[in-house]
């Protein structure tokens, strides 16, 4: 089993979202481990009313316990999801973590706060990037210089941008993922090439076999 942890300082850049789209997005047997009190995830799942991906609430203590239940239980993939902050939760997901995924807004009050997760991620000694989030359409020389910004860190930016997309806002309150409720559109291709992505970076198969409301098929 691989370990994916959302990890960053400042709230509203999208690490729930990206969590559970990618949980979905996986086509595996997926775990979401959401240790943000608020407990955005769940209430997510509460929605969906469907048992694919696990969903569960935990807290700090609890996340190596059920990390080790969860790869027993043969599932090929854990997502953990952090509070944005940097306490204990932040810095048990990133020890226990594969790969680290930073989810940033392509803005300065955004890339500020990264140089405080730098020092989190950096100490964990575990492979992170950045990922642009919620970046504005034709934005290149934004991207650009966040880029810069980010790589003054000593940390990386992934390939894929997620763009600004009214997708994700319509999926939410009915528990669904893009690629469920708009499986054309270009919020779904973007969350695709992102799990392409990240496969590659854990070395995981794609060619997994999905479910998506009781139908398996090959994806």
């Given at each position: 089993?691989?370990?994916i942890?959302?990890?960053?300082q400042?709230g509203?850049?999208?690490?729930?979202?990206?969590?559970?789209n990618?949980?979905?997005?996986?086509?595996?047997?997926?775990?979401?481990?959401?240790?943000?009190?608020?407990?955005?995830?769940?209430?997510w799942?509460?929605?969906?009313?469907d048992?694919?991906p696990?969903v569960?609430?935990?807290?700090e203590?609890?996340?190596?316990?059920?990390?080790?239940?969860?790869?027993?239980e043969?599932?090929?993939l854990?997502?953990?999801?952090?509070?944005?902050s940097a306490?204990?939760q932040?810095?048990?997901?990133?020890?226990?973590?594969?790969?680290?995924?930073i989810?940033?807004?392509p803005?300065?009050?955004?890339?500020?706060?990264?140089?405080?997760?730098?020092?989190l991620?950096?100490s964990?000694?575990?492979s992170?990037?950045?990922v642009?989030?919620?970046?504005?359409?034709?934005a290149?020389?934004?991207?650009?210089?966040?880029?810069?910004?980010?790589e003054?860190?000593g940390?990386?930016t992934?390939?894929v941008?997620?763009?600004?997309?009214?997708?994700?806002?319509?999926?939410?309150?009915?528990?669904?993922?893009?690629?469920?409720?708009?499986?054309?559109?270009?919020?779904a291709?973007e969350?695709?090439?992102?799990?392409?992505?990240?496969f590659?970076?854990?070395?995981?198969?794609?060619?997994?076999?999905?479910?998506?409301?009781g139908v398996?098929?090959?994806g």
């Open positions: 089993m691989k370990t942890a959302l990890i960053a400042k509203g850049v999208g690490k729930t979202t990206i969590a559970v990618l949980a979905v997005a996986a086509g595996m047997r997926t775990a979401l481990f959401d240790l943000d009190q608020q407990e955005s995830a769940v209430i799942a509460d929605r969906r009313k048992y694919v696990h569960e609430f935990l807290t203590r609890r996340l190596s316990e059920a990390l080790k239940a969860a790869e027993a043969d599932f090929d854990s997502i953990i999801d952090t509070p944005p306490g204990p932040a810095y048990s997901a990133a020890q226990a973590a594969d790969l680290i995924l989810p940033c807004r803005s300065l009050i955004d890339l500020d706060a990264i140089r405080r997760t730098s020092q991620v950096k964990a000694g575990v992170a990037f950045v642009f989030n919620a970046a504005p359409h034709s290149t020389t934004l991207l650009d210089d966040a880029r810069a910004i980010v003054g860190t940390l990386s992934a390939p941008v997620l763009r600004e997309r009214g997708a994700y806002r319509s999926a939410w309150p009915v528990g669904k993922a893009v690629v469920e409720s708009d499986p054309k559109g270009k919020a291709q969350i695709a090439q992102l799990k392409d992505w990240v590659e970076q854990l070395q995981m198969c794609t060619t997994a076999r999905v479910h998506i409301h398996d098929s090959n």
